[in-house]
């Protein structure tokens, strides 16, 4: 057995997020996802769509002597669906010298563990021609530390690698004509091919490095040839899928293959929609669905890609293949809006099974539910209770399921009582404070907790969640609407609602006025004024049914949003995150590396649209959505971010085209599908309707106000309870006349892990103050200090 020489290789890199095609089989007897990029098979994901095994597998032209094309770099490739509603793609590359055509079909086999490549060379040039397969092991989410042989299975000749306890084979239909093992950028294969146009050393093993397989096939007498890549636990099980793939009929697998996806894409609804050459419903449908694990029902993760991977190493391996709470429901949404039941009913089976003990999610996960950041996001940990409602309101459930449901919403709705209104983090996963997404999400939850109560016969708990809620939507301007700055001079306008404004311990409660560091920007300006930071983010207010389109305020920062943020492209009218945002590429177009420039988002355009559809503008919202599938990928995948400053062809970065980021972002297609919905209803699929029958066109103050420990109310209203939320049982005393007479009011369980008092204000004059302590009932210890609210004026009526 001859090593290869070059350990370990150079440092592992992932490789393009900029996907043309996602696709899986949807069979119990398959557990491999692929995705295409730049005329190729990129990642290859197996047991589960969060562990990528593959970077990519090149195909390279040679003459066996000094000509030298590589697929990805030298051809150009048309990116069909072999059928409609279906991810079986044909990818046809052409030379752009002329001198051959590849067409590439690419499937996964529902009945085993592979990925099949279907490959047919036409030879356009005078000389005999080779075609070459090089594999780039990455076992599991990591390039370092894989371990490549030739060896044999039932006498063919096969490659091999083995990393982190995962197996993979390498075989064609046809027994290779040549084959080596190496080390990447030292002794693979693509050296050999681009000196010499052959594979002049066949080397049999690379041990612990970042390594690369390589294999001439061999070509039928119609041109063609199929290459298997197979997966298992064991050297012997990936070999045996790889065999067993190449050894049927590629016609036959490719039958079983689509019929799968037929019967799925036959029992959605009917929303078709063709945008260059692509049905853009059925797309996105796909999209949606090919991001599950069958082993685990209901985890769909954010996307089948790393962004900007080609310039990342292992060091990044969970990329976008994780769970976000927040983005499995906004993908629940999409497939709601669909008529996907059965699914939407696994994902909220998922979110059960990974609900943390205090009833919180964690900021991102792996599939079985380990955290991979720590952080946790107060609008995550109410998306569940919505999307539970949601899919009450479609029929996707029935009172038996609402009942099951009934302790993971009671654990998320504790949880947000006992930590809300602020977040540890806003959306984007970078601030924390009182912000007017996540408040729109809590607030609009809180009331979905008491309609699914009150189905489910629970009675003290729904006065208690609208109470909250109520106070909480009172006091939003409070906290996040800021007036007389001069940006409201600069724009015309009276007021608008910002991105965050950060909590204040001196406050005890948000401070519009404090600093707010925003990370990642290239420019290097490390802090700005919260009442400077604006944001996309206060559209939900309208979405979630809390704020009217029409209200002045939402008015007067839509046009705050548009000065700012909004970004004119080919396609049509774009909008950035936030001003000042870093996660993007820099200037020059290099990758972000940690600091950028944001670029334009599409699913904030189909934000947008919703908002103008909410405002009875139709045309405005079609015209957007033709604007998104205008910035799709030649594969018609919605990205993360495209590109909004002008051309760099030599980073292939076009205006209104996709970046490097994440594509596709599943989120994104769900947004899409949501907006085909609501455009179908004629109404906003997903904006809750106890929210706008509660809020809108009235006027509703709120019984009482929370007061918290950690989270102190600045004061209460004239005619308002205080209501405290105290951690355990206790005896609450407290005085109206500064100590002149006082009273004790005993606290009151809740299931939702508070204990609450209410301290009267009836008769108080503005001004006065209601002071307050409290001794715990299981110790008699007094909490030695005093607390005070004051009472405060009525606010002036919402125009």
Not at 189 to 194: I, T, V
Not at 252 to 278: C, F, K, P, V
Not at 336 to 341: E, N, P, V
Request: with cysteine; aromatic share 8%; charged share 20%.
């Amino acid at each position: 057995m001859v090593e290869a020489p070059g350990w370990p290789g150079i440092p592992a890199r992932w490789t393009s997020s900029a996907k043309d095609g996602v696709g899986a089989a949807l069979s119990q007897g398959s557990q491999v996802w692929f995705t295409i990029s730049h005329g190729i098979v990129n990642e290859i994901y197996y047991p589960r769509v969060d562990q990528a095994c593959v970077r990519d597998v090149g195909l390279i032209v040679t003459d066996g002597g000094a000509f030298f094309a590589e697929v990805k770099r030298d051809c150009d490739t048309v990116v069909e669906r072999i059928e409609d509603g279906v991810p079986a793609f044909r990818l046809t590359s052409t030379h752009r010298g002329g001198r051959f055509r590849l067409i590439n079909q690419v499937i996964a086999d529902p009945r085993s563990d592979s990925i099949l490549l279907h490959i047919r060379l036409e030879n356009s040039s005078k000389t005999a021609l080779r075609l070459f397969a090089l594999l780039a092991p990455h076992l599991v989410n990591a390039g370092a530390h894989n371990n490549g042989q030739r060896s044999e299975y039932k006498g063919r000749h096969i490659l091999s690698a083995v990393g982190d306890g995962t197996h993979l084979a390498m075989l064609g239909s046809l027994p290779f004509l040549a084959s080596s093992v190496g080390f990447v950028g030292v002794s693979d294969g693509w050296r050999q091919l681009r000196d010499h146009g052959r594979l002049i050393d066949q080397y049999d093993t690379a041990t612990d490095g970042n390594i690369a397989l390589s294999a001439e096939l061999a070509m039928g007498a119609d041109g063609g040839s199929v290459l298997a890549v197979g997966f298992g636990r064991t050297w012997a099980e990936g070999a045996y899928h790889a065999r067993t793939s190449s050894m049927s009929p590629f016609e036959t697998i490719l039958n079983d293959y689509s019929a799968g996806w037929r019967a799925w894409q036959s029992g959605l609804r009917t929303m078709e929609r063709r945008a260059h050459g692509q049905n853009m419903y059925r797309v996105s449908a796909n999209i949606l669905r090919a991001h599950q694990t069958p082993t685990f029902p209901g985890g769909f993760i954010a996307s089948l890609s790393i962004p900007w991977g080609f310039s990342k190493g292992d060091d990044d391996m969970g990329g976008y293949h994780l769970i976000w709470p927040r983005d499995l429901c906004e993908t629940a949404g999409g497939l709601l809006a669909c008529g996907a039941h059965s699914e939407v009913r696994q994902i909220l089976r998922y979110l059960r099974a990974t609900q943390e003990g205090d009833g919180s999610w964690r900021q991102n996960y792996w599939l079985d539910g380990a955290p991979y950041w720590g952080g946790v996001q107060l609008d995550e940990c109410a998306f569940p209770m919505l999307l539970l409602d949601m899919a009450r309101r479609e029929g996707a459930l029935g009172l038996p399921d609402l009942q099951q449901f009934w302790p993971m919403v009671e654990r998320a709705a504790g949880f947000v009582l006992r930590t809300g209104p602020r977040t540890k983090q806003d959306r984007w996963e970078e601030n924390a404070g009182y912000t007017p997404f996540t408040l729109a999400v809590a607030i609009a939850a809180l009331l979905a907790a008491a309609e699914i109560a009150e189905a489910c016969d629970i009675e003290a708990l729904p006065a208690l969640l609208r109470d909250t809620a109520d106070a909480w939507n009172e006091q939003i301007e409070d906290w996040i609407y800021v007036e007389d700055t001069a940006l409201t001079r600069e724009a015309g306008v009276p007021g608008y609602y910002i991105r965050v404004a950060p909590e204040s311990p001196a406050k005890g409660g948000p401070d519009v006025h404090a600093l707010i560091q925003v990370r990642n920007h290239e420019a290097g300006r490390g802090a700005i004024a919260a009442n400077e930071l604006i944001s996309t983010d206060a559209i939900a207010l309208v979405r979630f049914g809390l704020r009217a389109p029409d209200d002045p305020r939402m008015l007067s920062t839509i046009a705050v949003i548009d000065r700012l943020l909004k970004v004119e492209l080919p396609q049509g009218p774009g909008w950035h995150r936030y001003n000042l945002d870093g996660y993007g590429e820099k200037a020059d177009g290099r990758p972000f590396d940690g600091v950028g420039i944001g670029r334009a988002w599409p699913l904030l355009a189909g934000e947008r649209a919703h908002y103008a559809l909410a405002a009875g503008r139709r045309g405005e919202a079609e015209a957007l959505l033709a604007t998104i599938e205008a910035q799709t990928s030649p594969g018609g995948l919605i990205p993360e971010q495209v590109w909004d400053a002008a051309p760099i062809p030599e980073r292939d970065l076009q205006p209104g085209k996709p970046t490097g980021s994440a594509m596709p972002l599943v989120w994104a297609h769900a947004e899409y599908v949501k907006l085909l919905r609501s455009l179908a209803d004629g109404r906003v699929f997903d904006t809750p309707p106890h929210t706008t029958r509660r809020y809108l066109g009235k006027t509703r103050n709120a019984r009482c106000r929370p007061w918290r420990e950690d989270c102190p109310a600045a004061g209460v209203l004239s005619g308002q309870n205080l209501r405290l939320d105290l951690a355990a049982e206790s005896i609450v005393r407290y005085t109206r006349d500064d100590w002149k007479t006082q009273a004790d009011v005993a606290t009151s369980a809740t299931v939702l892990g508070l204990h609450i008092a209410e301290l009267p204000t009836a008769g108080m004059a503005v001004g006065d103050k209601l002071v307050f302590t409290w001794r715990r009932k299981a110790d008699e210890v007094w909490r030695g200090q005093n607390f005070e609210a004051r009472v405060l004026a009525p606010p002036k009526a919402r125009a």
